[in-house]
């Protein structure tokens, strides 16, 4: 497929171009066909949320970046949306944290696998856990292919960041004691609710974000580390992150009225 131009001042050109990396992940086998589909449910969400990372989510970012600074053995589990989406940002998060990269697949195939493994070393990864060619262990907890993890990776650690997960595996990872950080647009998804911390958030502006707290927190003391994390309160995050999207509703209802009469007089908007 030929790859479309975006003009530089078509008002939805960042959704376009994120569009457009899903669609090559996919044509290139990193995305699985179902993961097209989760991306427009989490552009939706994105939409409700305004398409910026609020307040809140940039809260829980940084009590997510404390999590992963202060754990003993943190991981990151890479699918095949996150995979196409932000490639370098996760290797760079991965560095920084000293949390590994680990390939964790609900629609798992062969080619799959080696699609995201190949991506992940071109965006500067130096190694990558939960491959066919490495141990692997059984997340009893759990009957999906996601049940099979690396000893060294998913299996043996203590805080794991899963973005876009589906819910059985956050349940699973919670049942066997693991310390859970998503990052979901949907504040209402069971994997929203049942991770310990919740950024609502895209991870095209997220993973960058944390990226960069990562690098001003890196040298924190444990102690101030593990205080930004007590001090989390997932319920009351996602609580209000509900209530950003009824609020954003509720303006949005309101503007309609300022945005037709706008579009009459020649001036577009988003
Ligand atoms: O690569 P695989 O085989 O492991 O499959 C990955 C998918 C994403 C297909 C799989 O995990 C899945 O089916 O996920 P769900 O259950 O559809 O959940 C995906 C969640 O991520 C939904 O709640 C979406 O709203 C949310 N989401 C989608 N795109 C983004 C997102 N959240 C943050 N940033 C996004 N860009």
Same mark, same amino acid.
């Given at each position: 497929?030929?790859?479309? +131009?975006?003009?530089?001042?078509?008002?939805?050109?960042?959704?376009?171009?994120?569009?457009?990396?899903?669609?090559?992940?996919?044509?290139?086998?990193?995305?699985?066909?179902?993961?097209?589909?989760?991306?427009?449910?989490?552009? &939706? @969400?994105?939409?409700?949320?305004?398409e910026r990372t609020t307040e809140l989510a940039a809260t829980a970012a940084r009590a997510a970046v404390a999590a992963l600074l202060s754990a003993k053995h943190p991981v990151i589990s890479v699918n095949g949306n996150a995979c196409s989406l932000v490639p370098e940002a996760l290797v760079e998060l991965s560095e920084i944290?000293?949390?590994?990269?680990?390939?964790?697949?609900?629609?798992?195939?062969?080619?799959?696998?080696? &699609?995201?493994? &190949?991506?992940?070393?071109?965006?500067?990864?130096?190694?990558?856990?939960? !491959?066919?060619?490495?141990?692997?262990?059984?997340?009893?907890? /759990?009957?999906?292919?996601?049940?099979?993890?690396?000893?060294?990776?998913?299996?043996?650690?203590?805080?794991?960041?899963?973005? /876009?997960?589906?819910?059985?595996?956050?349940?699973?990872?919670?049942? $066997?004691?693991? @310390?859970?950080? !998503? $990052?979901?647009?949907?504040?209402?998804?069971?994997?929203?609710?049942?991770?310990?911390?919740?950024?609502?958030?895209?991870?095209?502006?997220?993973?960058?974000?944390?990226?960069?707290?990562?690098?001003?927190?890196?040298?924190?003391?444990?102690?101030? /580390?593990?205080?930004?994390?007590?001090?989390f309160d997932n319920t009351e995050n996602l609580d209000n992150s509900v209530r950003i999207i009824m609020d954003h509703l509720a303006a949005s209802a309101i503007? $309609?009225?300022?945005?037709?009469?706008?579009? +009459?007089?020649?001036?577009?908007?988003?």
């Open positions: 497929m030929t790859k479309i +131009e975006i003009p530089p001042d078509h008002p939805r050109r960042v959704s376009l171009e994120t569009r457009e990396a899903i669609i090559e992940g996919h044509e290139s086998h990193i995305v699985a066909t179902a993961g097209l589909l989760a991306h427009g449910r989490g552009e &939706a @969400f994105d939409y409700l949320i305004g944290c000293g949390a590994p990269l680990e390939i964790n697949l609900f629609y798992y195939m062969k080619e799959r696998e080696d &699609a995201i493994k &190949a991506a992940l070393f071109a965006a500067g990864a130096k190694e990558v856990l939960g !491959t066919k060619d490495r141990p692997s262990t059984i997340i009893p907890e /759990l009957s999906s292919n996601r049940r099979k993890v690396d000893p060294d990776g998913i299996g043996s650690a203590d805080v794991i960041l899963v973005p /876009l997960e589906d819910g059985d595996r956050t349940e699973a990872l919670k049942a $066997i004691g693991k @310390f859970v950080i !998503t $990052i979901d647009l949907n504040p209402m998804s069971r994997t929203a609710v049942y991770s310990d911390i919740t950024v609502v958030d895209n991870i095209v502006r997220v993973i960058p974000l944390m990226v960069e707290l990562a690098r001003e927190m890196k040298d924190f003391p444990k102690d101030t /580390l593990h205080e930004i994390v007590k001090n503007d $309609i009225s300022e945005r037709r009469r706008k579009f +009459e007089t020649g001036v577009r908007d988003q």
